[in-house]
């Protein structure tokens, strides 16, 4: 009995969380489909947002933006994290240190002052532009992959690279087939880190974007007082649906699952 | 390349030199700015400038809204990882999906959500009115931009924590429970203990970021609460004042290193332990 009440209540707890965390969701996916330019009056249900969204070059060149930023800090930030957490992991103790502090920094100091200092100093050597926010973005990106890298360079198992090596594996195919898929979980899970932290940026990107480039967070911001176009919840409501479609896709695929448990003993 | 792997550690170069060049060099330059005024001498009275009572006022703003949310977020955390580690494999699979999936939504965006639901006509106060109680107003308070830090950053509160949660070892739990301690017990001696390292990287990632979110403040607050993120932001968009502006940020960069030392101190324990 006290068990039964018990599994309600916490079950009644992850109910009110998940209401906590999809209410304002709901309000924007409710919007989408309002057929009142207002966002207080409800004017009848329509799609037309995400027709017209379909013409809105604005939104396009946004929305280009922040994937091209994202996928391009994305990548960068995995080539040279994974390999800086390779080679930090046989620094000596002083240098291992010395580099994890330098690593701590973005994630410590607030985004604000990351942004700032960034644009401060880009500035004195090219004008803001696409090129700066980039550097900005790979800058907070590659600490993301190197933490997640890592725990799986902790655990490899250097011995399976030498014994390819003796047999006559090339020193690149060995390490690229024997080393690398050794790290590809906490590789694959840097790289999405990286790329949902450069799509969810504002602050540093507002900072270090200068006029003329907008990626959807500035575009959205800057349209905060002029009033936020439906077309953008038209958007955001496709861009939920397809991520929870590949999560949901994710989560059930048994294979992936299995890594995953495996991963966690590992660490 | 076996020679480079030889001495491994020189793969870490283009991360050294990235590091250097836009991690280490730009804080450098951003003390540069605020160690000068206007005509380019040299002054402490940019960093200084946070005590001045409007600063100041921001400044203790900011820390009572980020203390408060780190521990309404730790708070709502504990409670969730539990209920979600009673689940069944599949089941907290799909929870943390569930947990995630928002992230996904632009935070901007999201806030705005918030102000709609919050305002006096919003959807919170529909609900209210329907119920029969008097309508409240917390739109444009502390309380709203708290509710606001506490929905964006709560995911990276609970992430940590259900990681080292469900790391710990089920058979010692089991042991516990067999030698006869009550859940109570398992919690504080096993389970909190063993979750440490969790939530000190939540505390992390949630306390710096709520204190500086700015653009939560300007949508909640109403442009009325500032937190100190908002008073640099105005430096450097508005005022066009860089050096006040830089000063301010090294003053808040100082302020968090040393609130923060604590759990760094944690971190590199731990880190020692690893090896």
Known sequence: MVEKARAFISRLYILLIILFLYAPIAVLI???????????VWGGFTFKWYVTLLHNSQIRSALGMTFLLAFLSAFVSLVIGTAAALGIYSMKKRNHRLMMMITNIPMLN?????????????????????????????????????????????????????????LGAGPLRAFFELMLPQLSGGMISGFFMAFTMSMDDF??????????????????????????????????????VLVLVILMIANSMPAAEGTKRMGRQGD | MDKVLGKRSALAGPYVIWAVGFTVIPLVVIIKYAVFDRSGAFTLANILSIFAPVHLKA????????????LVCILLAYPLVLAISR?????????????????????????????????????????????GFAEFDISNTPLSIMIGVIYEYFPYMVLPIYDAVTAIDEDVIEAARDLGAKKATVFWRIVFPLSLPGLMSGITMVFVPSMTSFVTADILGGGKLQLVGNIIEQEFIHSMNWNLGAGLSVALMIFVLISMTFTINKDEREEEEAW
């Open chain 1, 30 to 40: 409710i919007l989408s489909f309002n057929d009142s330019r207002s966002r207080v």
């Open chain 1, 110 to 166: 607030a985004d604000i002052v990351t942004g700032i200092a960034l644009m401060l100093w880009i500035i004195q050597f090219m004008p803001l532009g696409f090129g700066s926010v980039l550097i900005a973005h790979i800058t907070f990106n590659i600490p993301y992959v190197i933490l997640a890298v890592m725990p799986k360079v902790r655990t490899m198992n250097i011995s399976i690279y030498n014994a390819g090596r003796d």
């Open chain 1, 203 to 240: 602050v540093i990107t507002y900072f270090t974007k200068g006029a003329g480039i907008n990626t959807l967070s500035t575009m959205i911001y800057g349209e905060i007082k002029k009033g936020i176009k439906p077309e953008i919840y038209a958007l955001s409501t496709i861009i939920f």
């Open chain 2, 59 to 70: 400044l203790i703003f900011s820390l009572e809204i980020a203390l408060g949310c780190t």
């Open chain 2, 87 to 131: 689940l069944k494999f599949a089941r907290s699979g799909m929870m943390l999906v569930i947990l995630i999936l928002p992230m996904w939504m632009n935070f901007i965006l999201k806030l705005l959500a918030w102000q709609m639901i919050l305002s006096s006509n919003g959807v919170l106060n529909l609900i209210i009115r329907s119920l």
